[in-house]
């Protein structure tokens, strides 16, 4: 393209100019043929304030400045002019005029705005050049996104970018090494290749390097390409159980989200529940709770419950940053969260730790018996989280939630919606399905593709939600995830796992509680370097097929990976947290210290449930 | 017009979920249950004879439990796993079970005995089926695992090798201390070996006693019989057990005289010979009776089964390295059936 750009002074210009460059090089060929020059005579207007809007100009060569009406004549900024034609006026804001002679490139209207009708970047550019002429050639946030973030951000970059060259290193290097050893360990030829591309894809999600799905798709690949093991095994995952549910309920929680079922849902709870202080926060947990099942993302679940919170503060009049402001940051974030293992479809990686089981084990552990297994857990966390916060939060002032205001929200939602409706039946549906299922003998999975079935045949999903709003890359990994687990086992290679971790197996089955202190100790950690997701994704991979082989429950051992997963001591740690800062203007409503030590005590608490626990696990017979 | 379109897809909607229940609910369900899992080869081919016997049957609701106590034979995990499987039946009522091996039968399906809507198949039961409660029991039957002995016998007598002693061939069986060895040991004591000699045999709790009981018997025999040794454990304090592949790995290194056993998986774990009962053979024979109950057949009508194949698996190459020959056909026989392993 640079070459192009030597050649051709009109592709040069478009390339050279810093807001057109950002468009893609498709578009702007498609914008070529109708361009075309114009001469401007010395001291010649191009077009006054109030004319109209006909073209974008570029100058190519000479000069052009700007007048404002009442403003100080600049220069063009960047060499371009005519921006009003990249926007809804018709006219003019400005004139412009050269004083020695121009020759510029007219880029006309009509063409320009379907260009720019698929480029929203530049677009929202060309608008800020604008705004910029008509303030006199600064805004205020340019100063600060300067001076301010300018630093930052490339030291940020800097670090980032460092760590990605180790990434790529150690993704090249680990491969290699396993090569290397693989005879060391008595492995196989195809073994051995399976476990490289296995080591390569976990040092991948370690360094964050590319979006989670896509180490998947390579391990899928190249195990393929090399037919290390049989197609059937390695894409096991794409006809998993796991997999279709995740897909249907994927689907039902677009509905639910989307209808505004969930949003209404959050008003009625806020309106019905009594108001004191106590109320106000448990209205916020328990919608927080209430979600937890039905939207499985717990960002998510941070984006829909934010706003409330900002709400709640101005309803309450609640001073920012004071106690009471905290309490309620604490249990707005703590609803979205808490209960995320406790449920199978409320988190995704949960269906992960699911496709992991056997296929007996997946029976014993559909949505409902999952629920069962883990309600112990659940209740040791609403528990100790219900004492820790009221002591945490003692004695906080008054305040009252201006009910009128949440019945006029709820009045302006109308009445129940189609889709809500849908949405409603749906979940009562599937609730009702998983519950009787020794009755009518379809399995949850089915059930589940039999709704969102439903909900496409009536629309209430429709084609384009279904294509954008589910979750594909994610399925894809968890595809993958579900085929790597597959081949693993194919090859033998998790019993051989087993064979070298004797002592591990001992632990798990002789003392329970010191394991799980080694792996809260492991995940403490492995989470200082790699997110939520990748960690509990790698250590459900490595300690389940060990559980299994040493006879101890693989869904114990799964689920406690998922609660201790979610600990994390700094922001860094936590995606879902930096969205909540960042929904709270960087925790300008709450003091954010108070709220980290809370959390810090909170992941005390998660590991004192997980102990709590397992008396109840002993008592189902799974321990 | 919107409203018509409505009730239509809805009817449909409801039309294709009835269809879906009333199949399923009327769909024969067959549990196919095991004592041990699929890392263990036996129950593999067990699994293959099972769907030999159903691959026409694809409107049959098929599902495999496998309670893993081979790997884990303490008795409160058996117990676990055996609760686990009786909820798992509870919980989706299969018409049939066929359950193999003991543990599956002593821990699972003797307490279905005489269920009125659930039929038991056994297979892989080396001992009687009386501690279970099948005799006269009107929903059960099965087929009985026996080793082929006379076959063993034949093996034995025409096996040409390099032999100090002279006398009559003697025969001693090793194994370790779980009931399925007792069991087969039972029947061993009671079959007529003559021409050859039967010596008593060793039972070995812990890998020192394996150790020992082998070289003990180096001088008094010409074979070494193996039932199974997948339950021996590390030491007298530990649970932990040792890896097959290294008890036969140390057996072979260790005795002068051949070791032959009696399931194939001796032969995958190393061993160079094994005359074995056929696993295919127990799959596919259950997994038929299971179909003639679905089919309308009492189970008091089908008689109890046993053994009648069995299956040669070897590794000539190294049985001649070691100088020891077979008539062709056996080696016929264990190449034909994928059986002869490098």
Not at chain 1, 14 to 39: K, M, N
Not at chain 1, 457 to 483: C, M, Q
Not at chain 2, 31 to 47: G, I, K, Q
Request: aromatic share 10%; glycine share 6%; with cysteine.
């Amino acid at each position: 393209m640079n070459l192009l750009a030597a050649k051709d002074p009109w592709v040069a210009r478009l390339l050279a100019d810093p807001i057109l460059a950002l468009a893609s090089y498709t578009e702007l060929a498609r914008l070529l043929p109708y361009l075309e020059e114009r001469q401007l005579a010395p001291g010649e207007a191009l077009y006054r304030a109030g004319d109209r809007a006909q073209a974008l100009y570029l100058i190519l060569a000479g000069d052009l400045s700007l007048t404002p009406p009442g403003g100080a004549t600049q220069a063009a900024p960047d060499g371009r002019a005519g921006e009003e034609a990249c926007s809804e006026f018709d006219t003019h804001l400005t004139s412009a005029r050269s004083v020695n002679g121009a020759t510029l490139l007219v880029l006309p209207r009509a063409p320009l705005l379907s260009f720019l009708s698929a480029q929203p970047l530049p677009r929202a550019n060309l608008m800020q050049s604008l705004t910029r002429i008509l303030a006199g050639g600064h805004l205020a946030s340019d100063a600060a996104s300067n001076a301010g973030s300018g630093m930052a951000a490339a030291k940020k970059r800097k670090a980032a970018s460092i760590g990605i060259v180790i990434g790529w290193l150690a993704t090249l290097l680990a491969p290699a090494l396993v090569l290397i050893m693989a005879p060391q360990w008595n492995l196989a030829p195809h073994a051995g290749h399976f476990l490289a591309i296995f080591s390569a894809t976990i040092v991948m999600w370690v360094f964050n390097l590319v979006d989670e799905y896509i180490p998947g798709v390579f391990a899928v690949l190249t195990t393929l390409a090399m037919g290390l093991v049989p197609i059937p095994v390695m894409l096991s995952g794409l006809a998993s159980d796991g997999f279709l549910l995740a897909m249907s309920v994927l689907g039902l929680a677009t509905v639910i989200v989307a209808s505004g079922l969930s949003y209404r849902l959050l008003l009625l709870l806020l309106l019905k529940l009594p108001n004191t202080p106590f109320w106000h926060n448990s209205g916020l947990l328990f919608t927080g709770f209430l979600l937890t099942p039905l939207v499985p993302s717990i960002n998510g679940r941070v984006a829909l419950l934010t706003p409330f919170y900002r709400d709640m503060l101005e309803t309450l009049r609640l001073e920012f940053k004071s106690p009471s402001a905290n309490r309620l940051a604490v249990s707005t974030f703590v609803g979205a969260g808490l209960l995320s293992a406790v449920f199978l479809s409320s988190k995704s990686v949960n269906f992960v730790v699911f496709g992991l089981l056997s296929d007996q084990a997946q029976d014993q552990f559909q949505w409902l018996e999952w629920l069962k297994a883990s309600s112990g857990a659940a209740a040791a966390l609403l528990l100790t989280y219900f004492i820790a916060s009221g002591v945490y939060f003692r004695k906080l002032p008054k305040a009252a939630l201006s009910k009128p205001q949440v019945a006029a929200q709820l009045s302006l939602l109308g009445r129940m919606k189609d889709r809500e409706w849908a949405a409603v039946g749906g979940v009562v549906l599937f609730m009702m399905g998983v519950a009787t299922t020794s009755l009518h003998a379809i399995q949850p999975p089915w059930l589940a593709l039999a709704i969102l079935y439903g909900l496409l045949l009536f629309g209430s999903l429709t084609k384009a939600e279904f294509r954008e709003k589910i979750d594909w890359p994610f399925l894809l990994y968890l595809a993958g995830i579900v085929g790597l687990t597959a081949a693993l086992n194919h090859l033998g290679l998790t019993r051989l796992l087993a064979d070298r971790l004797p002592a591990l197996g001992e632990i798990m089955r002789g003392s329970f509680p010191l394991f799980v202190l080694l792996l809260a100790t492991v995940i403490f950690v492995v989470r200082l370097a790699v997110p939520i997701s990748a960690t509990i994704v790698i250590l459900a991979t490595l300690f389940m097929p060990v559980a299994e082989a040493h006879g101890v429950n693989p869904w114990v051992v799964g689920f406690v990976i998922l609660v201790l997963g979610e600990m994390w001591f700094f922001p860094y740690q936590c995606s879902y947290y930096l969205q909540f800062q960042q929904l709270t203007r960087n925790c300008e409503f709450y003091d954010e210290k108070s709220f980290l030590r809370f959390n810090w005590l909170s992941n005390g608490l998660k590991l004192a449930s997980v102990y709590a626990s397992i008396p109840w696990w002993k008592a189902m017979g799974f321990l | 017009m919107n409203r018509l379109r409505l009730i239509l897809i809805s009817l449909f909607l409801a039309g294709s979920v009835l269809v879906i229940v009333a199949y399923n609910l009327h769909k024969p369900r067959v549990l196919v249950l095991h004592s041990y899992d699929l890392t263990y080869p036996w129950t593999r081919e067990v699994d293959v004879g099972v769907r030999r016997a159903l691959e026409d049957r694809s409107h049959f609701a098929v599902r495999w439990f496998y309670m893993d106590t081979k790997r884990h034979p303490w008795k409160e995990f058996r117990q676990k796993m055996g609760l686990s499987a009786r909820q798992s039946i509870d919980r989706w009522k299969p018409d049939v079970i066929i359950a193999v091996d003991d543990d599956a039968q002593e821990f699972v399906t003797r307490h279905y005995v005489n269920h009125p809507d659930i039929r038991v198949v056994f297979a892989g039961v080396n001992g009687g089926v009386e501690p279970y409660g099948y005799v006269g029991a009107g929903n059960v039957t099965g087929i009985l695992e026996r080793k082929d002995l006379p076959a063993l016998k034949q093996a034995l007598l025409a096996l040409q090798w390099q032999r100090p002693a002279t006398g009559p061939l003697r025969v001693v069986h090793i194994g370790d201390t779980s009931s399925s060895v007792e069991h087969d040991d039972h029947h061993m004591r009671e079959f007529d070996w003559r021409p050859l000699v039967s010596l008593p045999s060793r039972k070995s709790g812990t890998f020192d006693d394996w150790k020992k009981a082998v070289l003990e018997v180096q001088d008094k025999t010409d074979f070494i019989i193996t039932t199974n040794y997948r339950k021996i454990r590390r030491g007298a304090a530990s649970n932990a057990l040792v890896p097959p592949a290294e008890v036969v790995a140390w057996t072979l290194a260790n005795s002068r005289v051949p070791v032959v056993g009696t399931n194939g998986f001796f032969v995958e774990d190393g061993g160079e010979l094994a005359i074995g009962t056929s696993p295919f053979e127990q799959g596919e024979v259950a997994a038929r009776m299971a179909i003639k109950l679905i089919e309308g057949q009492a189970a008091r009508d089908i008689p109890h089964a046993s053994t009648r194949q069995f299956v040669v698996y070897m590794r000539s190459a190294r049985l001649h390295r070691r100088g020891m020959e077979l008539p062709p056909l056996y080696e016929a026989f264990a190449r034909a059936t994928n059986n002869d392993l490098p």
